[in-house]
């Protein structure tokens, strides 16, 4: 019994079962975040289990996170201390297994803002920071699908404006601020790709719409704009690129009267249109005049064919030169947008440019050194920032951490690669690119980009906007949390040159690092890729604690010097006063007028005036007078100023000296119907009292001596021509011309006629009307195909067909219009042309032949002249007239003089035959002049021609058929 107990326990086998641990089937994505302060970042995990429920607890550096304990991880307003090693903990019934480690890491260089009006969630192109209202808070401009303005509350936020076209409008993409009227208000023009948008600052808080100025009113393909004073005039022209449309590109000239007119003649835009994307002025040469450069991106209608980037070298005096033999314009690529920026602090402005391809090759960028010689040179040594690549949109410059050496920011927006780089000056003409912080870590689509201190800290901060074509990512603010480094922000305030100070030099001398150099900044009306920097220029002076030199070269080539000032500081200079008063006079002829220079420039002052830009030899006083005015004195005078020993010199705007009869509104034509009352009206300028004589046809009108002219009830006889003659005491003035019309509906007298003809040979077809007024025009169709357009002051038309074929024939009409039917005009009969058989080839149809007793299987019939009168068989049938009876001929009679010093011709015209009538003084020498032509009738009929009054004794006339064309 035992034994066998015993066996049975052998038989038996202990099992155990292995319960697994989760698996971890997401780790944490990306391994490694690096973000700014304020940012939110967030990373999620999922785990697979064979004995639920999953537990989960996050941890940071080794230690438990309380309340972690989601799948998720939600890390906001992120801080220096959130940064570490996050793992998270997965366990269930059976174990627990730790993730792979999640990295982040905190930069503290920026504040990445997270709840502001200014990060909208539309469509983003431009960036344009200025300070609108003068309260010394920069203000901002976003535009895209719709317009977006904020003014600045001079606590780190920001309000939304609600009202006017600057904040309601839709659509845009370059914006620019600029103060064009030189009011001491930043207006801002936004290109839209179609009609433009121009704001005009009121001073007020408020804006109001321009629409008709010549810029505000312009239209076509404008897409980036860039404001400069190319002439120095004291008033901001605007230079436009055309985008993607490949259409011309545009220079509006300011007028100085608010008005800018569209130039068509400068070689900045006679260049065949390559897709010109922002474009950046510069003096780059330092002579004093702004230079130009234009990006142009690949040919993207054309598979991508790169372009090159035009540069314009400003010759001065509104004259520039298309550079052609520099790196800058010969190298090939697909260009987005240039900035400048002395980034090497030798005086002169280096270029840097982005550049954009399609498809997926994305472009290097390119950075080219100004030698200073008026050349440049493709930099290859200066770090990553000329190696690496992208699809580049915006850049910008700015000294971010105020050591006194140019960063550069770079926008990027291409197909999946969303990344965008911030390159770090190292002060020794390299570059790092900065890994660190949200600034170069955000997934947004990036467009434009622009650096201002907003919060007024002294430390640049910086705005991009975000396409969200691609990518859902708002547009993005960041706040530069600063250091202890000195800084000076200069603002200038133009008074020659324009207010806005926009291409004044900016130079800052002082010792950084026991070194001692000098920086350079230029006011740029333009930036990057459809956006703007503020205004005011920005200098990081490191562990400086004295600034030695602060030099401001004006556009008017003023120049200004302070000395000894304190760092860590706001500077608004304004530049010297310099004008002329009064700037308008008004006198009477025979009166004194007086010009003076009115200047806070110190002395000695140099004066050369000029009258419409010539100079006054001898006027070198600082008032003029002109002693007695005339009509010759009225214009406009200017005055040159120079310091002796300086380089300044420059030219004060121009005072108008008036009193002589300007036309400022000419009349205009009137077309009205028989029995309705004309108005016409004069606007006449000038010193009073200004006198007023109306005309018609050169006789003056009884009683009609005021500024308007009314013609009640008109009827065909008021109809005519008509002027004013406008006086005072500098002598009359007569105004254009104008015509009264009386609208009468065309009606036709005389139809076109049928016409047959053998191949080869001539038709003419032909229609008369009467009417009012002229010009008549004439739309002449086969069928429903128009075959001819002629607009005459003649109530005649004729449409010849020489060399007559076959497919020429068909039936023909005519639709007649003028100013009283011009829609839907006047159709004529129909008039059928017809070939005609000629089986001999003779020229003369067989069924005239026949008529006729000749043989129309005979060839030499037209060449016979069977009656005998000197005129041949065919030149008889052209004519209409009979070949058998030698009296049958087309032959001229004169009448006898009447009276009236006239006279009567005529002639016999056959149906269906069209003529002009011509003369001379002789009968063998002289060219004949067309006296008049006829149209055809359906019959035989007497035209008799009234030869006009004349003087001379005696006169040669020849009637010819067809019409000569």
């Known amino acids: 019994m035992n034994a066998s107990l015993l066996s049975a326990a052998c038989c038996f086998v202990l099992a155990t079962a292995v319960v697994a641990a989760p698996r971890i089937t997401q780790q944490p994505s990306p391994p490694t975040n690096s973000v700014s302060v304020g940012a939110s970042l967030s990373v999620r995990v999922s785990a697979s289990t064979t004995n639920p429920p999953i537990q989960y607890r996050w941890r940071l550096n080794g230690a438990d996170l309380a309340g972690a304990t989601s799948p998720a991880l939600t890390l906001t307003n992120a801080q220096p201390s959130s940064a570490g090693v996050y793992t998270v903990v997965v366990s269930d019934g059976g174990g627990s297994v730790e993730s792979k480690p999640w990295v982040v890491d905190v930069d503290p260089t920026f504040t990445k803002i997270m709840s502001s009006p200014v990060l909208l969630a539309g469509k983003s192109t431009a960036v344009a920071w200025g300070d609108a209202n003068n309260d010394g808070w920069i203000d901002l401009f976003v535009a895209g699908n719709t317009h977006n303005f904020y003014t600045n509350n001079g606590n780190g936020g920001f309000t939304r404006v609600n009202t006017g076209g600057i904040a309601l409008d839709g659509g845009g993409n370059g914006a620019v601020w600029g103060d064009y009227d030189n009011d001491g208000f930043l207006d801002l023009y936004v290109a839209n790709g179609g009609n433009n948008s121009l704001y005009r600052n009121k001073g007020n808080g408020s804006f109001v719409t321009v629409t008709t100025n010549g810029l505000g009113d312009a239209s076509g393909n404008l897409t980036f704009g860039a404001w400069a004073d190319y002439d120095r005039d004291g008033d901001l022209d605007l230079f436009v690129a055309s985008g993607f449309s490949k259409a011309p590109n545009s220079l509006f000239h300011n007028n100085g009267d608010g008005t800018f007119t569209r130039l068509a003649q400068s070689p900045l835009v006679a260049d065949e249109p390559q897709y010109s994307q922002g474009p950046a002025w510069a003096d780059y040469d330092n002579d004093g005049w702004p230079d130009l450069f234009v990006p142009n991106a690949r040919d993207y209608y054309n598979g991508g064919t790169p372009q090159r980037a035009f540069l314009y070298h400003n010759l001065g005096k509104g004259r520039f030169e298309k550079i052609t033999n520099s790196v800058v314009s010969t190298t090939l690529g697909g260009f987005a947008c240039g900035a400048w920026g002395d980034y090497d602090n030798d005086g002169f402005l280096d270029l840097f440019v982005c550049g954009y391809a399609n498809g997926s090759s994305p472009q290097r960028h390119f950075l080219y050194h100004n030698q200073g010689d008026g050349t440049f040179t493709v930099v290859t040594n200066a770090g990553s920032i000329v190696t690496d690549t992208g699809y580049d949109q915006g850049c910008a410059w700015a000294d971010y951490d105020n050591d006194g050496f140019l960063d ?47 919060n ?21 603010l960041y706040l530069n949390n600063g250091n202890s480094n000195a800084w000076l922000t200069v603002k200038c305030d133009g008074r020659v040159s324009n207010r806005s100070g926009i291409g004044a030099k900016v130079r800052v001398k002082a010792t950084i690092g026991n070194r001692a150099m000098w920086q350079t900044r230029e006011i740029s009306g333009s930036g990057g890729y459809m956006s703007q920097n503020s205004l005011d220029a920005s200098f990081g002076l490191g562990d400086a604690t004295n600034i030695d030199v602060v030099r401001v070269e004006w556009p008017s080539s003023i120049v200004q010097e302070w000395r000894d000032i304190a760092p860590k500081r706001f500077l608004t200079l304004v530049e010297p006063e310099a004008r002329i008063t009064p700037a308008s006079l008004e006198v009477q002829a ?39 005015a005339q009509t010759r004195d009225a214009g406009r005078y200017s005055a040159a100023l120079s310091q002796p020993g300086t380089s300044t010199s420059f030219n004060l705007r121009s005072a108008l000296l008036s009193g002589p009869v300007v036309i400022a509104q000419q009349p205009r034509g009137l077309n009205v119907r028989p029995g309705s009352n004309a108005l016409f009206s004069v606007v006449a300028r000038g010193i ?30 008021n109809a005519g021509g008509y002027d004013v003659v406008v006086s005072n005491s500098y002598g009359p003035v007569v105004s254009a011309p104008v015509s009264l019309g009386i609208l009468i509906n065309p009606a036709i007298i005389a139809q076109p006629v049928s016409q047959s003809a053998v191949i080869g040979e001539s038709v ?18 086969r069928g429903t195909s128009l075959v001819s357009v002629q607009t005459t002051s003649e109530s005649m038309s004729f449409l010849s067909l020489t060399n007559l074929q076959a497919n020429q024939a068909g039936v023909y009409r005519v639709l007649v219009k003028n100013a009283a039917n011009a829609s839907p005009g006047l159709t004529s009969s129909n008039a059928v042309v017809s070939v005609a058989a000629d089986t001999d080839g003779d020229g003369l149809p067989d069924d005239w032949e026949n008529a006729y007793g000749l043989d129309p299987s005979r060839a030499g019939d037209g060449a016979i002249d069977s009656d005998g009168d000197g005129v041949t068989n065919h030149d008889e049938y052209i004519a209409g007239t009979d070949p058998r009876d030698a009296q049958s001929r087309l032959r001229l009679e004169s009448g006898a003089r009447n009276a009236a010093n006239a006279s009567s011709i005529g ?19 002289g060219s004949w002049t067309r006296m008049t032509d006829v149209t055809a009738m359906s019959s035989n009929r007497w035209v008799e021609i009234i030869r006009p009054t004349e003087t001379a004794t005696q006169g040669f006339y020849r009637v010819l058929t067809p019409r000569r064309p």
């Open 590 to 628: 025979g009166s004194s007028a007086e010009f003076s220079v009115m200047t806070t420039l110190p002395d000695p002052i140099r004066v050369q005036w000029r009258f419409n830009d010539v100079e006054l030899p001898g006027e070198t006083n600082a008032t003029l007078v002109i002693p007695t």
């Open 764 to 781: 003419t077809l032909s229609v008369a009307v009467t009417g009012s007024p002229a010009p008549f025009t004439f739309e002449w169709r």
């Open 456 to 476: 007024r800290d002294g430390f640049p901060d910086l705005y991009v906007s975000n396409f969200q074509n691609q990518t859902d990512e708002a547009n993005a």
């Open 907 to 925: 002639f016999e015209a056959s149906a269906n035959r069209t003529y002009t009538v011509e003369t001379r003084s002789s009968l063998t020498t």
């Open 688 to 717: 009073g009292p200004l006198a007023y004589q109306w005309r018609k046809q050169g006789a003056a009108l009884p009683d009609q001596t005021n500024a308007t002219l009314s013609v009640p009830h008109a009827q065909p006889e």
């Open 408 to 454: 550069l920011f770079i926008a990027s927006g291409g197909p999946g690669a969303f990344k965008d780089f911030l390159y770090h000056n190292n002060g020794d003409g390299t570059f790092t690119r900065v890994t660190r912080g949200s600034l170069v870590n955000d997934n947004g689509e990036g467009a434009g980009c622009a650096w201002a201190d907003f």
